[in-house]
């Protein structure tokens, strides 16, 4: 059914389906205007989507991150909870995987 309305059926990422293998494939996300930072400082990152946890990486330089976190559906109750050690499992390097909590950390204070 869900295949009849323009796409495959999606799924929330129970802890990214239990590091199931991570998705990635090429997709294009649109940039952000910078004055989007300012929303997410509105809305707690624990109630973010996927759509505003993609947004927010763009807005923060993390372009590497973005695609499979949109391609696995993660969103804020995700990346709040993730640690350096998951995202490697993921397929982030280690400075990747600390320059990302970082920024998580830095806005979610």
Same mark, same amino acid.
């Given at each position: 059914?869900?295949?009849?309305?323009?796409?495959?059926?999606?799924?929330?990422?129970?802890? #990214?389906? @239990?590091?199931?293998? !991570?998705?990635?494939?090429?997709?294009?996300? %649109?940039?952000? /205007?910078?004055?989007?930072?300012? &929303?997410?400082?509105?809305?707690?990152?624990?109630?973010?989507?996927?759509?505003?946890?993609?947004?927010?990486?763009?807005?923060?330089?993390? #372009?590497? @991150?973005?695609?499979? !976190?949109?391609?696995?559906?993660?969103?804020? %109750?995700?990346? /709040?909870?993730?640690?350096?050690? &998951?995202?490697?499992?993921?397929?982030?390097?280690?400075?990747?995987?600390?320059?990302?909590?970082?920024?998580?950390?830095?806005?979610?204070?």
């Amino acid at each position: 059914e869900d295949e009849q309305k323009g796409g495959p059926k999606q799924t929330k990422h129970p802890y #990214a389906q @239990a590091h199931a293998p !991570f998705i990635s494939s090429s997709s294009s996300t %649109s940039t952000v /205007v910078a004055d989007e930072q300012d &929303t997410f400082s509105f809305v707690p990152m624990l109630k973010w989507d996927t759509d505003m946890v993609v947004r927010w990486m763009d807005c923060n330089k993390l #372009a590497f @991150a973005m695609e499979i !976190f949109a391609n696995n559906h993660l969103d804020g %109750s995700f990346l /709040v909870n993730v640690d350096k050690e &998951t995202l490697v499992e993921m397929g982030f390097s280690s400075f990747q995987s600390i320059k990302l909590i970082g920024k998580r950390d830095k806005q979610n204070k």
